[in-house]
């Protein structure tokens, strides 16, 4: 018995079985095959890294410096004048300012027949205010950095003392 071929030169039962992408396309709807072409992606990722391009060491240094430090001092004085009055008076008067002067009376029983008062004089008292300026030396301290660029291959600080 002979088993029929088709004009591709096959066997019709193993053409059943394989698939053939030109025949299927041929053929209409009859037969299905499917074929997966994979996809690739390429993505890039970005980073970062420390890259020591250079060092440099600060310093600081304290200078002293000699200055005046000048302000404006007050200083209060004040005069007393005496004011000889020497009259009779039935009370004694009341302490009074007049301007920049404080009156201050003084009194004194004098032995009479009768007793009075008598204003012996008055005390005038005159404030007045000069200003004056004090110099005081005074040592003032002043700091400046200086900044060295050293070579990044120079160890750091903390490197030399951990070795």
């Avoid at 025949?23 to 420390?50: N, Q």
């Amino acid at each position: 018995m002979a088993i029929p071929t088709t004009p591709t030169g096959m066997h019709a039962a193993d053409e059943e079985h394989i698939p053939v992408l030109d025949e299927s396309l041929r053929t209409g709807a009859h037969t299905h095959s499917e074929e997966v072409i994979p996809l690739v992606e390429e993505t890039a990722s970005i980073g970062k890294r420390e890259v020591v391009k250079g060092r440099v060491r600060v310093q600081t240094v304290t200078e002293t410096i000699e200055e005046l430090a000048r302000a404006d001092v007050q200083r209060e004085s004040v005069e007393v004048t005496r004011v000889p009055i020497d009259r009779m008076v039935e009370t004694a008067p009341e302490i009074r300012t007049e301007g920049d002067v404080t009156i201050l009376p003084i009194v004194e029983e004098v032995l009479v027949v009768e007793k009075r008062l008598v204003l012996k004089e008055e005390r005038h008292i005159r404030r007045r205010v000069t200003t004056e300026t004090a110099e005081v030396p005074v040592t003032l301290r002043k700091q400046r950095a200086i900044v060295e660029r050293v070579a990044p291959d120079t160890p750091a600080p903390e490197e030399e003392i951990s070795r």
